[in-house]
């Protein structure tokens, strides 16, 4: 309820035009009282009626009818519409995450036999296999320690594993991009053909992943990885080795990224479809509004209100999942709630939109500010 109350108060808002007048009286007890005889006030309200002994209640909408309008008001309306947009924008997503594994499979009967088969950074000794290679961010830095083990073989039902820098020829620390272009553009007719068949690989193989339940993790979030090798045997890296518990003998862990993981706040693909949404009919609908140089902000305001929204819908989503979250977590499965999830895409885009609103304001405020004491010196005779 609390809630829907909310939204209600934001639809069928009113212009508070008793705090105006209340600024525009304040402004003028400023500009006649001289500051060694202003009362110290503890509050804005007690400040009001301490300006009201020197100055009469001053009328903002009459005293700035010349101005000109800096910003296009919103209109419940357009709050209406701005709000639908992010409810349409929230199931959206949540069809998206219903469907995301069956068009996973789509994608593979598009693709050439073994296209995109598991590679090393898909196989891997340690849990949490997505924290490894799956940043594109960080493609080019050299972080993964030399002797980390990834995938090389099978033998029978035992995965084989050899140090990295050992497979690839390279001594100190080796980036990602090493080891894709050692498997899959070092072989190719050219430079230029490897350069398109590694971009083939990676593109398709994040498309599926985001499609997936567990996403990808969010960008630069593997700078915060920890590699650290548990072997103490001097033939752990012997072929004929059989691993049993690939997670007992190194790990990567990574604290950022299982505290976003709880709240399902990795990268999906139906972030960006809903943010997409979002940034589409807002465009067409205030394109259609023709505001000039006021379309922007409004575009922002409708942004804000519609990504808020969205992103209310999809946190309420995962607290009334919770108990499912928790019971399932107890038998080492994490459902997909759709839809349900922390949007840390969308609340980056909302973040960015609120502070550049918030710049414009101030700015605009200050510019508002100074032609309004010059309007009220014009009437008062003083230019």
């Known amino acids: 309820m609390k809630f829907l109350n909310t939204l209600m108060d934001v639809i069928f808002f009113e212009k508070d035009n008793d705090?105006?007048?209340?600024e525009a009286t304040i402004k003028e007890y400023f500009s006649i009282c001289p500051p060694e005889k202003r009362k110290r006030v503890a509050n804005y309200d007690e400040l009001y009626r301490e300006a009201l002994k020197y100055v009469s209640k001053q009328n903002f909408e009459e005293n700035t009818k010349n101005l000109e309008n800096y910003f296009y008001e919103m209109t419940s309306v357009d709050a209406g519409i701005a709000i639908c947009i992010g409810v349409t924008a929230y199931f959206i997503a949540r069809e998206?995450?219903?469907?995301?594994?069956?068009?996973?499979?789509?994608?593979?009967e598009l693709l050439p036999p073994g296209f995109d088969k598991n590679n090393p950074f898909d196989t891997k000794i340690g849990k949490n296999h997505?924290?490894?290679g799956h940043d594109t961010f960080t493609f080019g830095?050299?972080?993964i320690p030399n002797d980390f083990p990834i995938f090389v073989d099978k033998m029978g039902k035992s995965n084989i594993y050899m140090p990295v820098g050992e497979v690839l020829k390279k001594s100190g620390d080796i980036s990602m991009l090493d080891i894709i272009w050692y498997y899959y553009g070092k072989g190719a007719k050219s430079p230029l053909a490897g350069v398109f068949n590694c971009?083939?690989?990676t593109i398709v193989h994040f498309a599926k992943d985001l499609l997936t339940s567990e996403g990808v993790p969010l960008p630069f979030s593997s700078l915060l990885s920890h590699y650290e090798n548990l072997a103490e045997e001097e033939d752990f890296f012997s072929l004929g080795k059989e691993l049993i518990d690939d997670s007992d003998e190194y790990t990567l862990t990574n604290k950022f990224n299982r505290l976003i993981e709880k709240y399902r706040g990795n990268m999906k693909a139906s972030d960006f479809a809903s943010l997409g949404f979002i940034e589409g009919m807002n465009k067409l609908y205030v394109s259609a509004k023709k505001l000039?140089?006021?379309e922007k902000s409004f575009k922002r305001d409708m942004k804000i209100l519609s990504m808020g929204t969205c992103i209310m819908i999809q946190l309420s989503s995962l607290i009334f999942s919770e108990?499912?979250?928790i019971s399932s977590s107890e038998r080492g499965t994490m459902p997909m709630v759709p839809g349900a999830k922390l949007n840390v895409i969308m609340t980056g885009a909302l973040m960015k939109n609120m502070v550049q609103e918030m710049g414009v304001v101030v700015k605009e405020r200050h510019k508002v500010n100074m032609d309004y004491s010059e309007r009220i010196k014009e009437a008062k005779g003083e230019k």
């Open 96 to 108: 998206v995450d219903k469907r995301g594994k069956e068009w996973e499979g789509k994608i593979d």
């Open 292 to 294: 000039g140089e006021k």
């Open 130 to 132: 997505r924290d490894f």
């Open 323 to 325: 108990e499912q979250f």
């Open 141 to 143: 830095l050299k972080n």
């Open 19 to 22: 705090f105006f007048d209340k």
């Open 199 to 201: 971009a083939g690989h």
